[in-house]
């Protein structure tokens, strides 16, 4: 595939593969090489960056700066994302990661949401997501837990939600949904975070207040959980595992059903 070409039929999984291909050994990218092939002239750091990463281009010749400080799994995640822009030839200042660019400029969300999608496939590979889809249990029941992304990401070199993100994206036949709640000051948790979408809806969950004893009774270590949202005017009962570390709740959401 030639660098910035098919925009209109954007497929992530085969520019992440060219990526791969300049690289010695596809299975385990090394990123800088990638950079190399790709005629980068510099990665550099500053921790005054006021976004994660930042590509300027120099003639045809893109300089890469990446925000200092960030955890070494998010700062490998934003390079991935800049090689990626680098690649479609989004020639541009931008911010980056998986946080969306203001919505007054959709051509820019646009080219947000492809360089994460590039980046995901580039870090986690096909049948490393397949290999989670198909995870099946001791006993025959399928599903994938919180630690079986934990290890994928581990041995990935990734967070949890770049591995959530990748297989709510690959797994059609399931709504997987990576969630984070907060405990609010009175003592309610509320979403701060979801990876992943429930497929059909747009709209934003909410937890029930009636699922507070629920959350209260998750320990630090993983345990199956089952609870009820609300996503607009529909009620969903959502099952998966989940842990607490103190006012901050994980869940990673394999099974949803409408109640
Ligand atoms: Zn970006």
Not at 48 to 51: H, K, N, W
């Given at each position: 595939m030639t660098p910035g070409t098919n925009l209109g039929a954007f497929n992530a999984p085969a520019i992440a593969d060219s990526l791969r291909g300049l690289t010695a050994d596809p299975d385990r990218p090394n990123l800088y090489e990638i950079a190399q092939a790709l005629g980068v002239r510099s990665i550099t750091t500053d921790s005054?960056?006021?976004?994660l990463g930042h590509t300027s281009w120099y003639g045809g010749s893109p300089a890469i700066v990446l925000q200092g400080g960030q955890a070494p799994s998010r700062q490998r995640f934003t390079l991935a994302h800049e090689l990626a822009h680098t690649f479609l030839r989004h020639g541009r200042t931008d911010d980056s990661g998986l946080s969306a660019a203001p919505a007054t400029r959709p051509h820019f969300r646009r080219e947000e949401w492809q360089a994460d999608s590039v980046a995901g496939c580039l870090l986690v590979p096909e049948y490393a997501v397949a290999r989670l889809r198909d995870h099946r249990n001791d006993d025959g029941s399928s599903i994938a837990t919180l630690a079986d992304i934990r290890q994928t990401a581990a041995t990935y070199r990734v967070s949890n939600s770049v591995v959530a993100r990748r297989l709510s994206d690959f797994d059609q036949s399931r709504h997987w949904l990576l969630i984070n709640l907060k405990r609010l000051p009175r003592g309610h948790w509320f979403t701060w975070r979801i990876i992943g979408r429930l497929r059909g809806i747009d709209a934003v969950m909410e937890v029930l207040e009636s699922n507070d004893s629920i959350f209260d009774s998750l320990s630090d270590r993983d345990s199956s959980i089952v609870f009820l949202a609300r996503f607009g005017n529909h009620i969903f009962q959502l099952s998966g595992s989940g842990n607490r570390r103190d006012d901050l709740i994980l869940i990673l959401v394999d099974r949803v059903r409408r109640v």
């Open positions: 005054y960056l006021d976004r």
